[in-house]
C-alpha cells in the first residue's frame, strides 16, 4: 500500500466520549503500516481552512487515553455549516497537504460536509477516502440505533430527574425543566428513566414529536396537580405549536437567533421561564420552578456510559478499518443485536446527509405526556452500569393523641 497521510476533525456540540472516537481513529491509524501521519484540524472544518493542525502521531498512547476519558471536544469545535464553496477549500487544502484519509467526527451537518467533500475529491479525480463517524446527544441520525454521546447524555437526564423528583417530593410543588432537542426528543425522553415509583416525576414528558397545546399543558399540570400534590415536567427545547412554530416564539416578546438563522433555543433560560409564567398566571400554584439543563448534559465529567465509551472508541476504530482496509467512504453506523450487542456498517454518505431522526411512534405513549415500555427497554441498556437508585421510607403511621 502507499504510504497516507490522516486528518481527523470533530464539529458541531462536544459530548461525553467524543474523544474516545478520536482516539480510536489515532491509535487504530497508528497499527496500519501504510500510515505516515496523522494530524488533528483545531476547531473543525474551519481548522481545515486555516491549516491549523497538529501532528496527532507524536502524542504518546497514555495520554491519549486521558484524553478519551475526557468529555468535551479536544481538538476543539466549530459551528460552521459549510457550503459547496467552502467544502471545495476544504478539499483544496487536504490536496495540498497530501491527506489521502479524511474523517470527520460530527452530527448531521457534519455528514453532509463529508458528503460534498467526497464529491468534490471524486470531480477532481483525487484518490481521498472520506468517512463520517457518527456523533449527536440529541440521537437524531438515521440508519443509527443510537449515536455515541446520546447514552451518556441521557445517563445524565435521567440521574438529574430523578434528583430533581427527590427535591419536589421534599418541597412539593411544580417544577418544570427544559432538555436539549430541536427536532427529536429522545433525550427529554430519557428523564422517564428516572422513575423508580409510579408516583416518581416526570409525570409529564413533552416532546417535539408532538405538536404543543398550552392549554392542555396546563390542564395536564392542574391535574397532576391535584392527583399527586406535585408535578414535575420534562420539556424539550424543541416543542412547536401545530403550525411548526416553537413554542419559545409564540410565547416570549423577542427572540434571539443563531448563525444559522434559527431560534435560539439552547443556552437560554427562557422556555422554562415562560411556562413557569403561565402556570403562575393561569393555574395558580404558587409554588413553581424552571431549571434549564443548558450544556451541563452534553459534557458532564462525573456522568458517562461505560457502554457509550466503548462505542464511541469503536466506531472511530471501525471508521480506520473500513477506509483502509474496506477502501470506500461512508458514515459509521452502529446496528443493534441480540437484547443488547453493538454491530458497526458502513453506510452511504447520501442515506445520512441532512437528514433527521426522530423518534419512533412505539416509544411515545398515546396521550403523548409520557414513553412507552418500547423506549425504555431500548434505552436500558445504553445507560450502562452502575445507575444510582432512590429508596423510601415504609413509615408505620402513629396514631394521634390532640387530633384524632
Known sequence: ?????????????PTAVINQSLVGVVLEARRMGPVERIYGARHGVRGIVNEDFVDLTRETSHNLELVAATPGSA?????DKPDLKYCHQIFEVLRAHGIGHFFYIGGNDSSDTV??????????GYPLRCIHIPKTIDNDL??????????????FVA???????????????????????RHAGFLTAASALGKKFPDDGPHLIYLPERDFVIDSFLADVKATYERHGRCVVAVSEGIHDASGQPMLTQLAKQVEHDAHGNVQLSGTGALADLLCEEIK???????????????????????????????????GEKAVQFAIWGDRDGSVAIKRT??????????????????????????????????????????????GSGMPDAYRLRPAPVARVLRP
Open 75 to 79: 481538538l476543539g469545535s466549530t459551528r
Open 142 to 155: 438515521v440508519c443509527n440505533d443510537h449515536t455515541p454521546g446520546f447514552p451518556s447524555a441521557a445517563r
Open 281 to 315: 398566571a393561569k393555574v395558580g400554584i404558587k409554588r413553581v420552578r424552571g431549571d434549564t439543563f443548558g450544556y451541563l448534559q452534553r459534557s458532564f465529567i462525573g456522568c458517562v456510559s461505560d457502554v457509550d465509551a466503548r462505542e464511541a472508541r469503536e466506531v
Open 338 to 383: 441480540g437484547f443488547y450487542s453493538a454491530d458497526y456498517e458502513l453506510v452511504p454518505l447520501s442515506d445520512v446527509a441532512g437528514k433527521t431522526r426522530v423518534m419512533d411512534d412505539a416509544f411515545i405513549a398515546p396521550n403523548g405526556t409520557d414513553v412507552t415500555d418500547a423506549f425504555r427497554l431500548y434505552l436500558r441498556p445504553l445507560l
Open 159 to 181: 440521574q438529574a430527574f430523578a434528583g430533581a423528583n427527590l427535591d419536589n417530593a421534599a418541597l412539593p410543588g411544580v417544577y418544570v425543566a427544559v432538555v436539549m432537542g
Open 115 to 124: 458528503r460534498i467533500v467526497s464529491e468534490e475529491a471524486s470531480k477532481a
Open 1 to 13: 500500500m502507499t504510504a497516507t497521510k490522516i486528518l481527523v476533525a470533530q464539529g458541531g456540540g
